[in-house]
């Protein structure tokens, strides 16, 4: 139980379009190892497509960088 729980406690942050593979592919091999529960296994898979969706919706709203009305800087994520 214990391993489980850390096992999931160090799943990758769902914070980036290039993370939630990774992420799917943590909790597909914690499901092999027994580490996450079928039904925990489906919660995380479907809270990383959620959070896919998200992000990447996050994306096409944010204007092109180097075009007019865009960023300059690539540090900027928001501009107005």
Known sequence: ???GKAFRLNLPA???VEVVRDFIACVAQG???GAITGADGTRLVNAAQVADTSLRQSRKQ?????TPGGCDSPSLRLCQ
């Open 62 to 66: 944010l204007p092109p960088e180097n």
């Open 31 to 33: 499901m092999l190892l």
């Open 1 to 3: 139980m214990d391993a």
């Open 14 to 16: 769902l914070d980036s």
